[in-house]
């Protein structure tokens, strides 16, 4: 019997908190991306080198999907989405080191990224329409639908805690499963099956996240903005 | 299965932070950038249009000026060569006008001159024949004057036509005999009967005088006159003259 | 091994395979119509291409929820305390 995917255990305490080892991963995931980004952006300039080109073309292609996705500005809601989107597949693919799972296999992490996206729903939405415009929104397109659309914002952020959750908790947990059956070489063509599904579900937990946060925020006229599509 | 809230809660503030950060490292400054660059770009681009404007303003104030300097200089070479063919035109009018005027008074004086000369030299042969005729006349006896004259008259009547005989000698009409000098009564006698002799009749002389006759003598009828005077030959000889003259000038 | 845990065995295989079917035949008929799209216009392939990525992924979700009742069964089965 293998071990409990679902289980998490403390690596050791800072007073009375316990750290467990999603949140030492994220500790080094965010050292290695704000270190990174530090690095990258120290020596920015108009005429660009080949890095800063590739993260002015990472930035610009995550500004574009904004601006498809949501249509509006994209400068608004870039640093949440590209933060989302950077954390997430770095997540994913730190399964890449041998000894580190995944702080996205552990339903905490995702909670929490949800969490985030929620509240960003429901910040946007009351920045855009004010309070009563958002809450008016849950009541469309009858009052009937009210109890609906409360339920429909509740799952929907579940399912999108359970759908990130589960792809990458199942990821880990198939590699665990084959690598004690065989362990050489077998487990491979699963372990780039889970990068690819890493980076996808990065990608599809962002382009959600765009469509709840864009939706409830709505056309608001101050973020809308077809003059700035590059083309 | 345990759900961890306090791992939910630190990944959580985990996540808020690296957005923070992110935000702060890596999206702010590379948005910052690249809309340095786009603003640059844009500064060229308006500078280049700009640039490119005030070239082609100042292309088209230099084609304008070009094209005035041309009209001014079509103008100017219109203006001048208008003058010159007014100045032309009145120079030619004025030496067709001097010429015409020249050749006019040439003719003129020319004419005149000829004219003065014809008759100067008519006068002068005139005289010179008068003088000639009254020298060979002084040589000759009066007798032989009038005897000579009476054969000549007597000779250009035997040439005369009848016709011109019979316009003489009309019955009963006077026939005037004129001489340059008086004759005397002898010779008068003499020459009525040979006229009567010549013309076969009776006649009505009569004798008249005549000094420009110079020498010679007139027979002049009332419908016909003989003429056999130095004055006739003369204006015979003027005439031949003149029809010469003629003759050269239309040569 | 007493009853809970057998139906709770039983019920993670049932979740699991009968989860499977329903995803596996909606994700053909996806990919299926995105072929048939692909083909009728090649130019709208990158939109086309990142469009189905997500709708299988949205399929796909339905099979992992069932995962993840097969595994809270198997693993974290809250009648078996």
Same mark, same amino acid.
């Given at each position: 019997?293998t071990?409990?995917?679902l289980?998490?255990y403390?690596?050791?305490h800072?007073?009375?908190?316990?750290?467990?080892e999603?949140?030492a991963?994220?500790?080094?995931?965010?050292?290695?991306l704000?270190?990174?980004?530090?690095?990258?952006t120290?020596?920015l300039a108009?005429h660009?080198?080949?890095?800063?080109?590739?993260?002015e073309?990472?930035?610009?292609?995550?500004?574009?999907q904004?601006?498809?996705?949501?249509?509006?500005?994209p400068?608004?809601?870039?640093?949440?989405?590209?933060?989302?989107l950077?954390f997430?597949?770095?997540?994913?693919w730190s399964?890449?080191?041998?000894?580190?799972?995944?702080?996205?296999?552990?339903?905490e992490?995702?909670?929490?990224?949800?969490?985030?996206?929620?509240?960003a729903m429901?910040?946007?939405?009351?920045r855009?329409?004010?309070?009563?415009?958002?809450?008016?929104t849950?009541?469309?397109p009858?009052?009937?639908m009210?109890?609906?659309?409360?339920?429909e914002?509740?799952?929907r952020t579940?399912?999108m805690?359970?759908r990130?959750f589960?792809?990458v908790m199942?990821?880990?947990?198939?590699i665990?499963i084959v690598?004690?059956?065989?362990?050489?070489?077998v487990?491979?063509?699963?372990?780039a099956?889970?990068?690819?599904?890493?980076a996808?579900?990065?990608y599809?937990?962002?382009v959600?996240?765009?469509?709840?946060?864009g939706?409830?925020?709505g056309d608001?006229a101050?973020?809308?903005d077809?003059?700035?599509?590059?083309? | 299965?345990?759900?961890?809230?306090?791992?939910?809660?630190? $990944?959580?503030?985990?996540?808020l932070?690296?957005l923070?950060?992110?935000?702060?490292?890596l999206?702010?400054p590379?948005?910052?950038?690249?809309a340095?660059? $786009?603003?640059?770009?844009?500064?060229?681009l308006?500078?280049a249009?700009?640039t490119?404007?005030?070239?082609?303003?100042?292309?088209a104030?230099?084609?304008r000026?070009?094209?005035?300097m041309a009209?001014?200089?079509?103008?100017?070479?219109?203006?001048?060569?208008?003058e010159?063919e007014?100045?032309?035109?009145t120079?030619?009018?004025?030496?067709?006008?001097e010429?015409a005027?020249?050749?006019?008074?040439a003719?003129?004086?020319?004419?005149?001159?000829?004219?003065a000369?014809?008759?100067?030299?008519e006068?002068?042969?005139?005289?010179l024949s008068?003088i000639?005729?009254?020298?060979?006349?002084?040589r000759?006896?009066?007798?032989a004057?009038e005897?000579?004259?009476l054969e000549?008259?007597?000779?250009?009547?035997?040439?005369?036509?009848d016709?011109?005989?019979?316009?003489?000698?009309v019955?009963?009409?006077?026939?005037?005999?004129?001489?340059?000098?008086?004759l005397?009564p002898?010779?008068?006698?003499?020459?009525? $009967?040979?006229l009567e002799?010549?013309?076969?009749g009776?006649?009505?002389?009569?004798?008249?005088?005549?000094?420009s006759?110079?020498?010679?003598?007139?027979?002049?009828?009332?419908?016909?006159?003989?003429?056999?005077?130095?004055q006739?030959?003369?204006?015979?000889?003027?005439?031949?003259?003149?029809?010469?003259?003629?003759r050269?000038?239309?040569? | 091994?007493?009853l809970?845990?057998?139906?709770?065995i039983?019920?993670?295989?049932?979740?699991?395979?009968?989860g499977?079917?329903?995803?596996?035949?909606?994700?053909?008929r996806?990919?299926?119509?995105?072929?048939d799209a692909?083909?009728?216009?090649?130019?709208?392939?990158?939109?086309?291409t990142?469009?189905?990525?997500?709708?299988?992924?949205?399929?796909?979700t339905?099979?992992?929820y069932c995962?993840?009742?097969a595994?809270?069964?198997?693993?974290?089965n809250?009648?078996l305390h």
């Open positions: 019997m071990e409990s995917p289980a998490i403390a690596l050791f800072l007073g009375p908190i316990a750290v467990t999603p949140v991963v994220t500790w080094g995931l965010m050292l290695l704000v270190g990174g980004s530090i690095l990258l120290r020596r108009l660009p080198t080949a890095r800063q080109a590739a993260l073309l990472l930035v610009t292609t995550i500004e574009g904004i601006r498809d996705t949501m249509r509006v500005a400068a608004r809601y870039l640093p949440l989405i590209g933060t989302l950077l997430i597949f770095f997540a994913n399964a890449l080191v041998p000894g580190v799972e995944p702080p996205t296999a552990h339903i992490t995702d909670a929490a990224l949800a969490l985030i996206v929620f509240a429901v910040y946007h939405g009351v855009a329409r004010g309070l009563r415009g958002y809450l008016a849950f009541a469309e009858t009052y009937v009210v109890p609906l659309n409360l339920v914002t509740i799952t579940f399912s805690i359970v990130l589960g792809n199942s990821g880990v947990f198939v665990g690598l004690s059956l065989v362990g050489l070489l487990p491979v063509p699963l372990m099956l889970d990068l690819l599904t890493g996808v579900q990065a599809i937990f962002t959600l996240a765009m469509v709840f946060i939706g409830a925020a608001d101050e973020g809308k077809n003059k700035d599509r590059t083309p | 299965m345990r759900f961890d809230w306090s791992t939910l809660a630190l $990944q959580t503030v985990n996540v932070v690296l923070w950060l992110l935000r702060r490292f999206f702010r590379v948005r910052a950038i690249i340095a660059r $786009q603003a640059s770009a844009e500064t060229l308006a500078d249009a700009a490119r404007a005030q070239a082609e303003a100042q292309a104030d230099i084609a000026q070009q094209e005035r009209a001014e200089g079509q103008r100017i070479i219109a203006e001048a060569r208008r010159a007014a100045e032309r035109a120079i030619l009018a004025q030496a067709q006008h010429v005027a020249s050749r006019d008074a003719l003129a004086a020319l004419a005149r001159e000829r004219e000369m014809r008759l100067g030299l006068g002068e042969a005139r005289h008068v000639i005729a009254s020298r060979l006349l002084g000759l006896s009066a007798k004057i005897s000579a004259l000549s008259l007597l000779r250009r009547l035997d040439a005369l036509s016709d011109e005989r019979e316009a003489l000698t019955p009963g009409a006077e026939l005037q005999v004129v001489t340059a000098e008086p005397d002898a010779s008068r006698t003499t020459w009525t $009967q040979t002799r010549v013309l076969h009776q006649h009505n002389l009569h004798f008249a005088v005549d000094p006759l110079i020498g010679g003598v007139e027979l002049r009828g009332t419908h016909a006159r003989v003429r056999n005077s130095w006739a030959d003369l204006e015979r000889v003027a005439q031949e003259l003149e029809k010469d003259d003629e050269l000038a239309v040569a | 091994m007493n809970i845990e057998i139906a709770s039983l019920g993670a295989a049932l979740a699991v395979s009968f499977a079917i329903g995803p596996g035949l909606g994700e053909g996806a990919v299926a119509a995105a072929m692909i083909a009728r216009q090649p130019e709208a392939a990158g939109t086309l990142r469009t189905l990525f997500v709708g299988l992924a949205m399929i796909e339905m099979a992992i995962l993840v009742i595994l809270l069964l198997l693993f974290a809250p009648f």
